[in-house]
């Protein structure tokens, strides 16, 4: 059985930053992409940033240059820097991690941006 927990998400104001954590544990084996999305209710779940074994990462046009993403010592754990906020990234974030089996999703958590 895999786990895929995220914590750090919140309320915060624009302008103002967030960490999200990941932690990918139990039956995973050689997880090789880890990736954050996020979904607003209604709309279709999008890729935020992501993050290969070698650690090259790539992000979403939205995001590029306010968020962060990187991968601990721990390879099954990654976090996701949230700088300069903005409302519009006000979603629930989820936390993804791609083994041997496939992919595995956490439950995900909130962030909410207010102006």
């Known amino acids: 059985q895999v786990q895929v927990v995220e914590s750090g998400g919140g309320l915060v104001q624009a302008g103002e930053s967030l960490r999200l954590s990941c932690a990918a544990s139990g039956s995973i084996d050689s997880v090789s992409v880890m990736n954050w999305d996020r979904q607003v209710p209604g709309k279709q779940r999008e890729l935020v940033a992501s993050?290969?074994?070698?650690?090259?990462?790539i992000y979403a046009h939205a995001v590029k240059g306010r968020f962060t993403i990187s991968r601990a010592n721990a390879k099954n754990t990654v976090f996701l820097q949230m700088n300069s906020l903005k409302p519009e990234d006000t979603a629930v974030y989820y936390c993804?991690?791609?083994?041997?089996?496939?992919?595995?999703w956490g439950q995900g958590t909130q962030v909410t941006v207010s102006s």
């Open positions: 993804g991690a791609r083994g041997i089996g496939g992919w595995h």
């Open positions: 993050i290969t074994l070698d650690g090259s990462t």
